[in-house]
């Protein structure tokens, strides 16, 4: 399993329409795929934009086309600036 993270900006004008399209996205993901996702940005702003971070605990290795394809649909990309960044963790594996 992996934890996968994706993060990218938004114009502080933009959070507002942008946001019930995250989270209902999210809310069909977990339906559909047994996640639990969070939704989290950084406190500041700098230029006008924000910084966004969805976070998806614990998914398989084809969680992220699957995300990938449900962010097309929801036509996120019309309310960001830039590319949505992904970046992907595992845990270590215990010490015995």
């Given at each position: 399993?992996?934890?996968?993270?994706?993060?990218?900006?938004?114009?502080?004008?933009?959070?507002?329409?942008?946001?019930?399209?995250?989270?209902?996205?999210?809310?069909?993901?977990?339906?559909r795929h047994a996640v639990v996702p969070q939704l989290k940005r950084r406190p500041e702003?700098?230029?006008?934009?924000?910084?966004?971070?969805?976070?998806?605990?614990?998914?398989?290795?084809?969680?992220?086309?699957?995300?990938?394809?449900?962010?097309?649909?929801?036509?996120?990309?019309?309310?960001?600036?830039?590319?949505?960044?992904?970046?992907?963790?595992?845990?270590?594996?215990?010490?015995?």
């Amino acid at each position: 399993m992996i934890d996968l993270y994706v993060y990218y900006k938004v114009r502080e004008q933009d959070s507002a329409a942008l946001e019930p399209r995250v989270r209902a996205l999210q809310a069909a993901l977990a339906a559909r795929h047994a996640v639990v996702p969070q939704l989290k940005r950084r406190p500041e702003i700098r230029d006008g934009l924000q910084t966004w971070m969805e976070v998806y605990p614990s998914t398989d290795d084809a969680f992220g086309a699957a995300l990938e394809q449900a962010a097309r649909d929801a036509g996120l990309d019309a309310l960001i600036t830039g590319p949505r960044r992904a970046e992907v963790f595992m845990d270590l594996n215990p010490c015995a």
